[in-house]
């Protein structure tokens, strides 16, 4: 079952997705050469505290921290600890998410620490977060599950890579649904996988977080034995982009980006839809 939310519902997971973005912002300037991964997480949990927000990553599954920190070759669900340093040139995916009144959001980027980053990786990152942006605008009405993986997918085959090859479009881990809990249905996926159909229709009240993983190289990955962290099967690095949407009546509102997502809309010929605590 797809869980549509009231308007009202929405407002309260508009109030979480701001409280995401602030989280963004604070270990975005905090994620620089010799932090560790554990000082992001301590940003994290004072920014949470600050805004009377819930974790809705401690403790999940047995999760023991606050945000993902996922380091060059780590695809997702990197754990916080004092050991792993950042270090000039690392690319950092940092996954967050924040419970306000019951209600979810969660957001994900991926951040350059230090400088002289090679071309490859920042192409790698502006791919990933467009493609993001290009299944947001397949969020449509009346639209299906289907044509967010396709225009997901489609983005990213038809950018070629700097050092050539194809970018590895993670299969393991993908979108979902949000709202009353993190996970929830549909999953979403990142490309298109037909025998899984079209999916459900898009009607107001839906509610997705899209969240493309794409790497230099393989689309294979696996679990380390802390049973959280995983890892592109190759080594080859990747990133991750994520927003929690909403889609409503009057078009989608991207809850987790401070503006609503209009500025990224705009340049798809899409009106983001009013945000109700402006």
Excluded at 34 to 52: I, P, Q, S, Y
Excluded at 193 to 206: D, Q
Aim: proline share 5%; hydrophobic share 40%.
């Amino acid at each position: 079952m797809v869980e549509i939310k009231t308007p009202e519902q929405i407002a309260k997971m508009r109030a979480a997705g701001l409280v995401v973005a602030a989280i963004h912002q604070a270990t975005r300037e905090a994620a620089v050469p010799g932090a560790t991964t554990k000082d992001l997480d301590d940003v994290a949990r004072k920014v949470l505290a600050e805004h009377g927000a819930k974790s809705n990553f401690l403790g999940y599954g047995g999760f023991p921290a606050t945000i993902c920190t996922s380091v060059n070759q780590v695809v997702v669900h990197g754990i916080p600890d004092e050991v792993t340093v950042l270090k000039d040139g690392d690319i950092i995916s940092i996954d967050a998410g924040a419970i306000i009144e019951g209600w979810h959001g969660d957001a994900a980027y991926t951040a350059f620490v230090g400088s002289g980053h090679a071309p490859e990786l920042v192409e790698l990152s502006r791919v990933t977060q467009e493609s993001m942006w290009a299944g947001i605008a397949a969020m449509k009405l009346g639209n299906r599950l289907v044509d967010i993986s396709k225009a997901i997918e489609t983005y990213i085959r038809r950018q070629p890579r700097p050092a050539g090859g194809k970018y590895g479009i993670i299969e393991d881990y993908g979108g979902h649904g949000i709202g009353s809990q993190m996970h929830m249905d549909p999953h979403v996926l990142n490309y298109v996988e037909r025998r899984r159909g079209r999916g459900p229709k898009l009607v107001p009240g839906m509610c997705l977080a899209i969240e493309p993983m794409v790497s230099l190289g393989t689309a294979r990955t696996e679990v380390l034995e802390d049973d959280w962290t995983v890892e592109t099967t190759d080594g080859s690095w990747s990133s991750h982009w994520e927003h929690s949407i909403a889609l409503t009546a009057q078009g989608p509102l991207v809850l987790t980006a401070p503006d609503g997502g209009k500025a990224k809309l705009a340049e798809y010929g899409i009106t983001a839809a009013p945000d109700p605590l402006a």
